[in-house]
Nanobody, 123 residues
Framework: QVQLVESGGGLVQAGGSLRLSCAASGRTINYYRMGWFRQAPGKEREGVSSINTIDGNTYYSDSVKGRFTTSTDNENTMYLEMNSLKPEDTAVYFC?????????????????WGRGTQVTVSS
């Protein structure tokens, strides 16, 4: 199985940028569909993006499309480049590894998860 550790979160002003990383160990990410989720206070976890680690095809939620970019190093790290950040992007961001779900994101019940990294966007 794979172990996942997120990093790169922090406090940024609206309009700024952050780059999150998800480092995998135990197994190469190429075995999995990889993705990012986030959970804001008082809200349910939601899918942000996912990536096919073989062909690089990506999928994004409407709320981040055009602002966020997901990529990998084709071995053990996934990234989330976040630009034009908004206060509503404030959340704990989690990376996940698993299979492709019907939603276009990683299928949650059977996924492997990191512990998350906090992103706070001030207005």
């Amino acid at each position: 199985q794979v172990q996942l550790v997120e990093s790169g979160g922090g406090l940024v002003q609206a309009g700024g940028s952050l780059r999150l990383s998800c480092a995998a160990s135990g197994r190469t990410i190429n075995y999995y569909r990889m993705g990012w989720f986030r959970q804001a206070p008082g809200k349910e976890r939601e899918g942000v993006s996912s990536i096919n680690t073989i062909d690089g095809n990506t999928y994004y939620s409407d709320s981040v499309k055009g602002r966020f970019t997901t990529s990998t190093d084709n071995e053990n790290t996934m990234y989330l480049e976040m630009n034009s950040l908004k206060p509503e992007d404030t959340a704990v961001y989690f990376c996940a590894a698993g299979a492709l779900g019907n939603s276009g994101f990683v299928r949650e019940p059977s996924a492997y998860w990191g512990r998350g990294t906090q992103v706070t966007v001030s207005s």
